[in-house]
């Protein structure tokens, strides 16, 4: 055993390190935009004030306000922060409200749940003074085009294609396409311009109806004969009724 015993070589046991952990708390990429907002949510601002809004502002005012300012301070973070903190407080306040009872809910959010027959059917809303001008005076152009160039089809794609960029314009104005890197909302960008298109569509079939195809109808199904200016001018009465359609959806309807 002693033999043994002097074969063998005591060592120190190593002693584990402690590490020192540090209080500070390191933000991560995850938390940073919430930190940011924090920092720059404008504590005590009247959000209402920061979106330049009124009080009594509905859904749809607000994220039309919300989407512009968005879009003016685009790369500008602090300035987005203080938006998005604004526009989040707007919403949280209108959602307490409305649990509580204390303001009406319109029909749209009412009846939210509830399938709609037509949901992309045609709605009044009046147009501003400018584009009321604008989609009146293209509208006469094509229609005095279409006036001294009777054998042409071309006024009548001139006045279709004018009503679709004035009910994008319009839809635009409503419903602001929605700046990279927002988050989603209801309407702008493709849908914008898919509605544009089929307000136009549906305001050169109806014009087209109504100044040739109703009345021709009409006449071959009594036995009738229109008079020969009628069909002589054919591409005229269409044009007609393709730009006062088209400036009608414009001037009135979404």
Same mark, same amino acid.
């Given at each position: 055993m002693?033999g043994? #015993?002097?074969?063998?070589?005591l060592?120190p /046991?190593?002693?584990?390190? +402690?590490h020192k952990f540090?209080a500070?708390?390191v933000?991560?990429? +995850?938390q940073?935009? !919430? =930190?940011r907002a924090?920092?720059?949510?404008?504590?005590?601002?009247?959000p209402y004030?920061i979106?330049e809004?009124p009080?009594?502002a509905?859904?749809?005012a607000?994220? +039309? #306000?919300?989407?512009?300012?968005?879009r003016e301070a685009?790369?500008?973070?602090? #300035? *987005?922060?203080r938006?998005?903190?604004a526009h989040?407080? &707007?919403?949280m306040s209108?959602?307490?409200?409305?649990?509580q009872?204390?303001s009406?809910?319109?029909?749209?959010i009412?009846?939210?749940d509830?399938?709609?027959i037509?949901?992309? +059917?045609?709605?009044v809303?009046p147009a501003?003074?400018k584009?009321?001008?604008?989609?009146? &005076?293209a509208q006469?152009l !094509?229609? #005095?085009?279409? =006036?001294f160039?009777?054998?042409? *089809?071309l006024p $009548?794609v001139?006045g279709a /294609?004018g009503?679709?960029?004035g009910?994008?314009l319009?839809?635009n104005? &409503?419903?602001p396409?929605?700046p990279?890197g927002a988050?989603?909302?209801?309407?702008?960008g /493709?849908k914008?311009?898919l509605r544009?298109?089929?307000?136009?569509?549906?305001?050169t079939?109806?014009?087209c109806?109504? *100044?040739f195809? $109703? %009345?021709d109808?009409?006449?071959?199904a009594?036995?009738?004969?229109? %008079?020969?200016?009628?069909?002589q001018?054919q591409? *005229?009465?269409?044009t007609?009724g393709t730009?006062?359609l088209?400036f009608?959806? =414009?001037?009135?309807?979404?």
């Amino acid at each position: 055993m002693a033999g043994l #015993a002097s074969h063998l070589t005591l060592r120190p /046991m190593p002693v584990p390190t +402690r590490h020192k952990f540090s209080a500070r708390l390191v933000p991560s990429r +995850r938390q940073k935009p !919430f =930190v940011r907002a924090a920092y720059a949510s404008g504590a005590g601002e009247d959000p209402y004030k920061i979106l330049e809004l009124p009080r009594s502002a509905d859904s749809t005012a607000i994220l +039309r #306000a919300y989407r512009n300012k968005l879009r003016e301070a685009k790369g500008n973070e602090n #300035a *987005t922060a203080r938006i998005e903190n604004a526009h989040s407080q &707007i919403m949280m306040s209108s959602l307490s409200t409305r649990l509580q009872g204390k303001s009406d809910v319109g029909k749209e959010i009412l009846y939210a749940d509830r399938a709609k027959i037509f949901p992309w +059917r045609p709605r009044v809303y009046p147009a501003n003074r400018k584009l009321l001008m604008y989609s009146a &005076i293209a509208q006469a152009l !094509f229609l #005095a085009y279409g =006036v001294f160039n009777p054998s042409l *089809t071309l006024p $009548i794609v001139y006045g279709a /294609m004018g009503g679709a960029v004035g009910q994008l314009l319009k839809q635009n104005e &409503i419903n602001p396409p929605p700046p990279p890197g927002a988050e989603a909302g209801a309407g702008g960008g /493709m849908k914008n311009v898919l509605r544009g298109f089929f307000l136009a569509f549906l305001a050169t079939s109806l014009g087209c109806l109504f *100044t040739f195809t $109703i %009345p021709d109808g009409i006449a071959s199904a009594t036995g009738r004969v229109l %008079p020969f200016w009628f069909y002589q001018n054919q591409n *005229t009465l269409l044009t007609l009724g393709t730009t006062v359609l088209n400036f009608l959806s =414009v001037a009135f309807f979404r």
